[in-house]
């Protein structure tokens, strides 16, 4: 029996059309790290229709010239945040279609946004009947057998970068997101576990060589991220990409030409941690002032690192924002401009203002913010999930309270755009030394200067002082004269 099926034309829908070029790579990197589903105040899962037409001008009014879009590579639990991967080369369907993703990659460019895709490859998830995993019917069709193909503290499935057809299926998946949805560069994900056999558990990483070089080293993995840089720089001059690497790998960012695995960037994972355990730990009055220049200037000279007092890690359940720990409940009943002045309240906004400002101006040579953290977001981000009811009432950016001119967020959000925009016009993070000339720890001072893009000589000063000011307090500067505050 043959049966016969006809096809209309009429129903397929049509096949977006790029207006807009890809954007000059910055010089000047400013990350606004995003996810489309929690885009909105509202309790429910986001769209990219949303996210075009509501966060791109947010984004572009703030001073960020760059996004990175986390959980767009198909993942079926929402939960996951988008690092339990089950199709590389579908775009997620929760947020809207492929065409709308196209679409909003392309206004973003014709805002000048260059737009960056969170990419894992450094597993995929356990899932058989909609992943990778057993695609033959075996364990080593894209992965090692054993303990090496798994990854126990993620519980997903670990490539065996030494077969040929991973090699393929991976680096066609990266030329999939530039080709095909016009992605400007990536964030490649987890390279800690890639880098090293022990996948980076219970590994520690103290700058001794020894511990990046040797039998540790899982020299697979290494050839597969150079492979990866040099094809994506070769191909494709605009790209810029970056290592997601706790361990600090020398050479990491250094061109493959000259023997690194040719990374743009680097994130100075070093730093959220560290104002973490000094907000969880230490009383403001103990802050120790050589720790944090220490922490913000510990970098190898001329490999890109980008600066962030917190991103998603530090927002997740378990952990809360900046802001919060900073301020905690405090946030739910003192932050009216008509309220009663909380010096929790004052001193938590104050803090938190100097944190981003110098994380910005010493901490690296690009910056990154996750969204909502600007302007102070309250509480901590959880999925819906068994755990809690499948609610989304933490899945959620509040951004109804930046926008409520009786509320005080407002005051952080504008602080964050005129940071930006300072930068945009003296360009500290393209200058290529700095120098930090005190760190007074009775003082709680801490001066640098530096000289960016402008040629204009720039001095910081920083009080962390919780009771103390100064007046005529004494520093020294590397070009004499009059500086205008």
């Known amino acids: ?32 790290e995003s996810h489309v589903g929690i885009a909105s105040p509202e309790g429910k899962v986001a769209n ?42 579908a775009a997620s369907s929760r947020f809207g279609t492929l065409e709308e993703l196209k679409e909003l990659i392309d206004v973003a460019h014709g805002m000048g946004l260059y737009v960056m895709l969170d990419v894992i490859h450094s597993h995929a998830s356990k899932n058989v ?25 993620w519980d997903s499935r670990c490539f065996d970068y030494s077969q040929w057809e991973v090699l393929r299926f991976l680096l066609s998946n990266l030329r999939w997101w530039v080709e095909e949805y016009h992605f400007d560069g990536f964030r490649f994900d987890g390279i800690t576990s890639m880098l090293y056999h022990s996948k980076g558990i219970a590994h520690g990483f103290t700058g001794n060589y020894n511990e990046y070089f040797g039998l540790v080293t899982d020299t697979e993995s290494v050839l597969y991220l150079t492979i990866a840089n040099y094809m994506l720089h070769k191909y494709y001059p605009f790209v810029i990409t970056i290592a997601e690497d706790v361990s600090g790998m020398p050479g990491i960012c250094r061109k493959v030409e000259e023997g690194g695995q040719g990374f743009d960037y680097r994130l100075g994972m070093g730093i959220p941690d560290m104002w973490i355990k000094i907000l969880k730990e230490t009383k403001d ?19 890109g690192t980008i600066a962030y007092a917190e991103s998603h890690d530090q927002a997740l359940v378990g952990d809360k924002t900046i802001a919060f720990w900073l301020m905690d ?17 004052d001193r938590g906004m104050a803090l938190h203002k100097m944190i981003r400002l110098i994380t910005h101006t010493l901490g690296g040579e690009a910056y ?61 993070l393209r200058a290529r030394q700095q ?18 893009s402008s ?24 070009a004499a004269g009059k500086y205008p505050l």
């Open 1 to 32: 029996m043959c049966i016969s099926t006809k096809w209309s034309s009429g129903t397929r829908k049509k096949k977006y059309e790029f207006k807009h070029p890809h954007p000059k790579r910055p010089i000047n990197l400013k990350i606004y």
């Open 48 to 89: 990219y229709k949303n996210f075009q037409q509501n966060m791109l001008p947010r984004i572009k009014d703030l001073g960020y010239n760059a996004i990175q879009i986390m959980a767009v590579m198909e993942h079926a639990y929402y939960a996951s945040f988008g690092y339990q991967v089950t199709n590389f080369f």
């Open 129 to 153: 009947v909609d992943g990778l995993n057993q695609f033959d019917g075996s364990n080593t069709g894209f992965f090692h057998d054993g303990p090496r193909g798994n990854h126990d503290l």
């Open 285 to 303: 009055e103990d802050w120790n002032m050589q720790n944090i220049t220490h922490t913000l200037t510990n970098r190898r000279y001329d490999e």
């Open 329 to 345: 409940k405090e946030m739910y009943t003192n932050m009216g401009t008509m309220n009663y002045r909380s010096l929790i309240i």
């Open 368 to 428: 990154l913010n996750f969204i909502g953290n600007e302007f102070g977001h309250p509480e901590w981000l959880d999925f819906p999930r068994q755990g809690n009811n499948s609610s989304y009432h933490y899945a959620r950016r509040q951004f109804n309270l930046v926008d409520d001119e009786q509320l005080r967020y407002r005051f952080l959000g504008n602080f964050d755009r005129d940071m930006n925009r300072s930068e945009e016009h003296y360009g500290w």
């Open 435 to 452: 120098y930090v000339s005190c760190h007074h720890g009775g003082d709680k001072v801490i001066v640098f200067d530096k000289v960016g």
């Open 455 to 478: 040629g204009i000589p720039l001095v910081f000063v920083f009080n962390f002082h919780p009771t103390q000011s100064f007046t005529d307090y004494r520093i020294g500067v590397d």
